[in-house]
């Protein structure tokens, strides 16, 4: 055999060896795409499809999912103090200031307004498809719960007209009857249209803080509102 036969021969195994190689890389990467394929493929950087699933998910499925953990939302606090003046007299027909003693209680106390989320429903989420909105409707806050702190409650100190002798003594009825009466005022005192307005407000940022993410994960080309619905 010639020179001339030996490197036609040598380059016919170099390539048939090397077609070899390449045929086995392929098919073992065809293999392991196989062994790994998850069944999600991938339509655009934010959205998936799994392989025979019609599901579509919906706002009001996730929204209203689990109601129960997220019962009462507090919008807005507001402290504030009331006074209340006892007054014992002699005789209890007699208005006059010599013979009356006086009292005065003030309590410190703190109002929660609150949004029932848990009462939320299908009819408070108004999916605008077209317009890519999704609007959730609220009730207005309100004031739910009043809280006195029992250690800044502040006893004055006795005023006592001339004729009279020794303290002020109260009952428990008594000591009742002027709590009912100062959480009254507390209450009156809170529900103040300022208040209102300001718990409004904050009611609207809060419950859009908590479901815009949500909202962005079923679907970021959407816009959330959120307006109250009375």
Same mark, same amino acid.
């Given at each position: 055999m010639n020179k001339t036969n030996i490197q036609k021969a040598v380059c016919a195994v170099l390539l048939v060896a090397t077609l070899s190689i390449i045929i086995a890389y392929n098919v073992r990467?065809?293999?392991?795409?196989?062994?790994?394929?998850?069944?999600?493929?991938? $339509?655009?950087?934010?959205?998936?499809?799994?392989?025979? %699933?019609?599901?579509?998910? *919906?706002? *009001?499925?996730?929204? !209203? %999912?689990?109601?129960?953990?997220?019962?009462?939302?507090?919008?807005?606090?507001?402290?504030? #103090?009331? *006074? +209340?003046?006892?007054?014992?007299?002699? !005789?209890? %027909?007699?208005?006059?200031?010599?013979?009356?003693? +006086?009292?005065? /209680?003030? +309590?410190?106390?703190?109002? %929660?307004? /609150?949004?029932?989320?848990?009462?939320?429903?299908? *009819?408070?989420? $108004?999916?605008?498809?077209?317009?890519? /909105? !999704?609007?959730?409707?609220?009730?207005?806050?309100?004031?739910?719960? $009043?809280?006195?702190?029992? #250690?800044? /409650?502040?006893?004055g100190s006795q005023k006592s007209g001339f004729f009279t002798i020794g303290s002020i003594k109260l009952t428990v009825q008594d000591y009742n009857t002027i709590e009912k009466e100062l959480s009254r005022r507390l209450k009156e005192s809170f529900n103040e249209a300022s208040n209102g307005q300001k718990a409004d407000d904050l009611a609207l940022k809060a419950v859009y803080d908590i479901y815009e993410p949500v909202v962005k994960a079923v679907d970021n080309r959407y816009t959330l509102k959120i307006e109250f619905s009375n």
């Open positions: 990467k065809d293999n392991d795409t196989t062994r790994f394929d998850d069944g999600i493929e991938m $339509i655009e950087p934010n959205t998936i499809k799994l392989d025979g %699933s019609g599901v579509r998910v *919906s706002f *009001s499925d996730v929204i !209203l %999912s689990k109601p129960n953990e997220t019962r009462k939302l507090v919008a807005y606090e507001v402290t504030g #103090d009331v *006074s +209340y003046t006892i007054e014992d007299r002699m !005789l209890d %027909s007699l208005d006059w200031d010599p013979t009356k003693k +006086y009292q005065t /209680v003030t +309590y410190k106390g703190k109002g %929660s307004f /609150v949004v029932d989320l848990d009462k939320l429903n299908k *009819s408070n989420i $108004i999916d605008d498809e077209e317009n890519k /909105v !999704l609007t959730i409707k609220i009730k207005h806050p309100y004031l739910d719960t $009043i809280e006195i702190d029992p #250690d800044k /409650v502040e006893i």
